[in-house]
């Protein structure tokens, strides 16, 4: 299942240019299915300085499950300025 702040790759949808990018959950549905995420790259790599949020069915997303410590996720954060999800990632262990 998905939770907030994980980290997913889009797949097989409709709309191309999306497959392969790679996105945050920002909130996730379960009664309905459908994710909130924030794109965060394209499928090349590159990090999008337009960070469209979409809603997706959980069937398009595939979770990643990586081995990051808070700090590799802090230097994302920064990467892609996004300030919310850095400002989430630094509260953490307060």
Do not use: C, P
Not at 18 to 25: D, Q, S
Not at 28 to 38: C, W
Not at 49 to 77: A, C, H
């Amino acid at each position: 299942m998905l939770e907030a702040g994980d980290l997913v790759l889009v797949a097989n949808t409709v709309n191309v240019r999306l497959n392969g990018t790679l996105a945050r959950v920002e909130y996730y549905n379960s009664s309905t299915d459908l994710a909130e995420i924030k794109l965060l790259s394209d499928k090349e790599g590159k990090f999008l300085n337009r960070r469209d949020t979409i809603r997706v069915k959980q069937t398009y997303l595939t979770k990643l499950i990586v081995e990051m410590d808070y700090t590799d996720l802090i230097d994302m954060s920064i990467d892609t300025n996004d300030k919310e999800w850095f400002y989430q990632l630094t509260s953490r262990g307060e």
